[in-house]
């Protein structure tokens, strides 16, 4: 790799093999309040997104999913009762820390018994191709460091015919809404100082989403790396984007 | 058809609320069992919503937007629609305003396993509040239902002594079977009578 190639981190260039482990720092110290500051920068929102776009999965019964990205385990337990024993549902995420509260998550609700868990780099996946009927990741594009690449390997890993959804932070459509919250998100660090402890990963978090890829940008960037009949659901006003995009059928 | 966050809202809390009920019936998981994967498409006319109803090992998903394949899909207008959740009866379903695409039997086993849910409600309750105040309150409920029951009877019979008897605003019921056998008689007599005057008209030879 270049030594002299740099990515953003936030509005920061810093070099790229440092990005990745910059990440994963700001995982690693929000991980234990990681839902409840959700719960309190999206009003609860959140949840409701997250199931709307677990309709846009259109899964069924003995499918395999790929939650990648998957955290804190708020998708694996939404996509667990569909799949069921018969399916299964791949919990992935590149930090340690996060896999390990999702799966203490996922245990104290009773562990479906259907999850797999992993620790995985969303431009390097380490599953056969076509191994997943869906893959789905949330909020967790903006973080990675060649979202090319990691497009490329969610497009080896999607059996053909199956779908990926990307469900990331966007931009708001309408000026006025885009100028409120942008005056909310302002009060994120805050909060996170307040709750977490740890304001700069907040406001990493906040930089972070201006600088990622708007809706028709990231439409593209699918369709570059091979999926067709891409299109892209705004939410809330386009403040959140829930991109699918099909592998062509064999 | 275009899907939304408030519909999806909105589904959230009906399936939240089917589920938890279908939870409460330990049959459920034997019985959804062998319908898992099977999908329903519920297409309301009026209002334009189209909703999938994915059948689970022991729960059911509730989502909308297009999906591949359902397995039956059912059409009509809202008040059709409620009518056919409600009723047990599944025939001449076309006159009741409803078409149904694909596989029946999943619209009867469906409507099956949604109308016979056997909630035990005093072993769900007893584990939230107690047996003694679980079986008084079982008690309460029972009374209450016999008292209603009977008050339901009696009023019943009040209204129908002070319209028959003491206004006498309408007819008794054997007033009216007299009244009907009367116009029989003389149903029977006008036609045995045009039966005579048409024998009379036909001339003699």
């Known amino acids: ?250 | 058809m275009a899907v939304s966050l408030l519909h999806s809202a909105i589904l959230s809390a009906i399936q939240g609320m089917v589920n938890n009920l279908l939870a409460l019936d330990s049959r459920t998981s034997a019985r959804l069992s062998p319908l898992s994967g099977k999908v329903l498409q519920i297409h309301c006319l009026t209002p334009d919503i189209l909703v999938n109803l994915i059948v689970c090992e022991n729960s059911l998903q509730f989502c909308q937007g297009d999906i591949d394949n359902p397995d039956t899909i059912i059409t009509g207008t809202a008040t059709a629609l409620v009518n056919l959740l409600v009723t047990r009866d599944t025939s001449n379903l076309k006159h009741k305003g409803i078409e149904i695409r694909g596989s029946t039997s999943l619209l009867t086993s469906l409507q099956e396993v949604l109308m016979s849910l056997n909630i035990d409600w005093e072993y769900h309750l007893s584990k939230l509040v107690g047996d003694i105040p679980t079986q008084a309150l079982g008690e309460l409920l029972e009374n209450s239902q016999e008292y209603a029951a009977r008050a339901g009877r009696n009023l019943q019979q009040d209204i129908d002594d002070y319209l028959h008897e003491e206004r006498q605003l309408l007819p008794t019921a054997s007033q009216v079977k007299s009244f009907e056998d009367s116009v029989d008689n003389l149903r029977l007599r006008v036609d045995r009578l045009r039966a005579r005057v048409s024998r009379l008209e036909t001339p003699t030879t």
């Open chain 1, 1 to 250: 790799m270049n030594k002299n190639k740099t990515t953003h981190f936030g509005y920061r260039e810093v070099p790229v093999e440092d990005k990745a482990g910059l990440v994963g720092q700001v995982f690693h110290s929000v991980a234990r309040k990681y839902d409840m500051m959700n719960d309190v920068m999206s009003l609860g929102t959140h949840r409701i997104i997250k199931r709307f776009t677990v309709e846009l999965s259109a899964l069924r019964p003995g499918m395999d999913v790929l939650d990648l990205a998957g955290g804190t385990g708020d998708f694996s337990l939404l996509f667990s009762p569909i799949v069921g024993r018969k399916g299964s549902v791949t919990l992935a995420d590149i930090n340690e820390s996060m896999v390990r509260v999702g799966r203490d998550r996922i245990i104290d609700k009773g562990n479906p018994g259907n999850i797999a868990y992993t620790i995985a780099n969303a431009e390097k996946l380490p599953f056969e191709d076509n191994s997943f009927d869906c893959i789905c990741i949330a909020y967790g594009l903006r973080n990675v460091t060649d979202k090319d690449a990691a497009l490329a390997s969610m497009f080896s890993k999607t059996k053909p015919g199956g779908r990926v959804l990307v469900l990331e932070f966007s931009k708001p459509v309408n000026p006025l809404l885009e100028k409120a919250y942008d005056a909310y998100s302002v009060l994120w660090p805050k909060a996170g100082q307040l709750i977490t402890g740890d304001g700069d990963s907040y406001q990493y978090l906040v930089e972070s989403i201006r600088m990622h890829p708007d809706q028709e940008t990231l439409k593209q960037m699918m369709i570059n790396a091979g999926f067709e009949n891409c299109q892209y659901h705004n939410v809330m006003g386009g403040i959140c984007a829930i991109h699918i995009g099909y592998k062509p059928a064999a």
